[in-house]
């Protein structure tokens, strides 16, 4: 079971050359908002998927003044990771010191989830942030699932080509449908089979964290397309649509997640603190899963657990984490948001010496 066991940074944002070793179970930053905490949860995340949480920009990833960023984590296992990301050239990403072409081997060695301000886009932000929510589970449950994704992506950009060409192509199109329903059907049939055995654990963790709105959810998949219908005769059927477009408007790049209580988007009725608590319970099942399916644990950031969550409920979030045995990185800006009057502490449950506190000041990280 891999964790991280060290983890330097150099250049990230206001980190001052970060150097630690961490618990494999449960490490805590506390400081001042703006000190470094998610800084340090960035870099993490940027290890394991190439992108950040925070930004789509490169530029403020990198400290004013230094040409690149660098991370580097060695794992309980021997695995070593290490990224460059420079303003100047392309990024330079290593396993075990083989410079890797993308971040499908990484992102199998260090899979991880995060609970943070941006998770609260699983409810309110567009399908994108849901489909990329599904397809994470689905990559790491279904090994075959990346290429039929792959596949359905090249067909998708040519067939959208040929659809913005002032002349259509019609030989070409057909032959590009044909490559595009094969690729899309794969990746439907495994969404959904992954969607079949995720809801039941995610409605047991569900019912752990909230238990008055387990039987009024409901979580619905839109596939891209109507349902009994034949994509390939969908595809003809809006061909003019497409062309005024200049993008294919079926498929499974539209697939969504449909979050309900009773036949109303969830976003529309739930508080901001049962936001969390809904968009804490998918992210826990989704580790959960992938540990029951392959005895590999997930990595959990929690970036200001105690935001939005009274005690009562922050202590469920924090018990069931706990209970998935993964090593978690969590922030905070006092270290007495995590306790409670009436258990003592989030963390009670464990031995001290799981437990690694860090003191997070003008990008300073100290023990």
């Not at 259509?168 to 055995?197: C, I, N, T």
């Not at 397309?225 to 539209?254: F, H, I, K, M």
Request: proline residues 3%.
């Amino acid at each position: 079971m891999s964790r991280v066991e060290k983890l330097t940074v150099t250049g990230l944002r206001n980190l001052v050359d970060v150097a630690i070793d961490v618990s494999p179970r449960l490490n805590i930053f506390h400081g001042e908002n703006g000190s470094g905490k998610t800084s340090l949860l960035e870099g993490i995340h940027l290890l394991s998927s190439g992108r950040s949480f925070r930004s789509a920009k490169l530029d403020p990833l990198i400290t004013h003044g230094k040409d690149e960023a660098v991370i580097f984590s060695q794992l309980t296992d021997g695995l070593r990771i290490g990224l460059s990301k420079s303003r100047r050239r392309r990024h330079l990403l290593r396993l075990q010191d083989e410079t890797q072409k993308n971040w499908e081997s990484v992102a199998r060695s260090l899979p991880l989830q995060i609970i943070d301000s941006t998770a609260f886009q699983l409810l309110e932000g567009g399908p994108k942030a849901r489909r990329r929510f599904l397809d994470w589970g689905v990559f790491h449950v279904e090994h075959s699932f990346l290429t039929a994704w792959r596949d359905s992506r090249k067909c998708l950009a040519n067939r959208n080509a040929l659809l913005k060409a002032t002349r259509l192509d019609r030989p070409q199109l057909e032959a590009w449908d044909r490559e595009f329903v094969v690729a899309s059907v794969k990746v439907d049939a495994q969404r959904g089979a992954y969607l079949d055995r995720f809801l039941p654990v995610f409605k047991e963790v569900y019912a752990q964290l909230e238990g008055s709105h387990v039987d009024s959810l409901e979580i619905r998949y839109d596939r891209g397309w109507a349902e009994g219908a034949n994509l390939d005769a969908e595809l003809v059927r809006t061909l003019e649509v497409d062309r005024r477009y200049g993008s294919t408007q079926l498929g499974p790049q539209r697939a969504d997640i449909l979050l309900l209580l009773d036949r109303t988007p969830a976003v529309e009725v739930l508080s901001r603190g049962q936001q969390k608590i809904l968009v804490s319970a998918l992210k826990i099942a989704q580790g959960r899963l992938l540990s029951e399916s392959l005895g590999v644990e997930c990595l959990y950031l929690i970036d200001d657990l105690p935001s939005e969550l009274d005690p009562e409920n922050r202590a469920r979030v924090f018990s069931t984490l706990l209970s998935l045995d993964s090593q978690l990185f969590v922030t905070c800006v006092e270290l007495e948001s995590l306790a409670l009057a009436s258990e003592g502490s989030l963390f009670a449950a464990l031995d001290p010496s799981e437990i690694a506190q860090f003191h997070v000041e003008h990008g300073r990280i100290t023990t």
